[in-house]
T-cell receptor, first 113, second 111 residues
Framework: AAGVIQSPRHLIKEKRETATLKCYPIPRHDTVYWYQQGPGQDPQFLISFYEKMQSDKGSIPDRFSAQQFSDYHSELNMSSLELGDSALYFC????????????FGPGTRLTVL | GNSVTQMEGPVTLSEEAFLTINCTYTATGYPSLFWYVQYPGEGLQLLLKATKADDKGSNKGFEATYRKETTSFHLEKGSVQVSDSAVYFCALRKGDYKLSFGAGTTVTVRA
């Protein structure tokens, strides 16, 4: 079965640079979620989109922005990167908004040097 | 707000031992409860879920029962294998979109 696709899988950036992470949900899933998992930490919710509109917002820094496109894929844009942004970024998708199970992608490991 | 408290690890077991990972939650009403598993170097996989009181979720020999009276969703497996070595996360969702995760429990199974 098709799963959530994230790209790139690994990314290395310098401080103050920008990064763009991409997420392709499972076909026919209309809701996308972004989570950040620091080393040895539990995943923390950043933001979600349902039918291309922001549906919920968590602890996402102002330096980050995200959107969901007409084909339901989503991009997380991160600017002025800091060392503390080094983490595993997960995308998850579901169908039908808040009520359905979230399926996670493999994650993008971002390292900020 | 909604929160999950999960048994601290790490937990080290021998093959064929019984595994229990405790999870309790704080939320109003009836949240949906989940167990996710993260194998080394991989993403989160849904292991099982329960959406209402007394529901039992099960998968791959793992079970968890939604207990409203004790606000718990403990994960159990009767006979673990080396391949069960992973980090296990308890999570809940209530009303809104986001999942709230516990701190994770690292389980190591030795042959």
């Amino acid at each position: 079965a098709a799963g959530v696709i994230q790209s790139p899988r690994h990314l290395i950036k310098e401080k103050r640079e920008t990064a763009t992470l991409k997420c392709y949900p499972i076909p026919r899933h209309d809701t996308v979620y972004w989570y950040q998992q620091g080393p040895g930490q539990d995943p923390q919710f950043l933001i979600s989109f349902y039918e291309k509109m922001q549906s919920d917002k968590g602890s996402i820094p102002d330096r980050f922005s995200a959107q969901q496109f007409s084909d339901y894929h989503s991009e997380l844009n991160m600017s002025s990167l800091e060392l503390g942004d080094s983490a595993l970024y997960f995308c998850a998708s579901s169908r039908g908004g808040a009520g359905d199970t979230q399926y996670f992608g493999p994650g993008t490991r971002l390292t900020v040097l | 707000g909604n929160s999950v408290t999960q048994m601290e690890g790490p937990v080290t077991l021998s093959e064929e031992a019984f595994l229990t990972i405790n999870c309790t939650y704080t939320a109003t009403g009836y949240p949906s409860l989940f167990w996710y598993v993260q194998y080394p170097g991989e993403g989160l996989q849904l292991l099982l879920k329960a959406t209402k009181a007394d529901d039992k979720g099960s998968n791959k020999g793992f079970e968890a029962t939604y207990r409203k009276e004790t606000t718990s969703f403990h994960l159990e497996k009767g006979s673990v294998q080396v391949s069960d070595s992973a980090v296990y996360f308890c999570a809940l969702r209530k009303g809104d979109y986001k999942l709230s995760f516990g701190a994770g429990t690292t389980v190591t199974v030795r042959a």
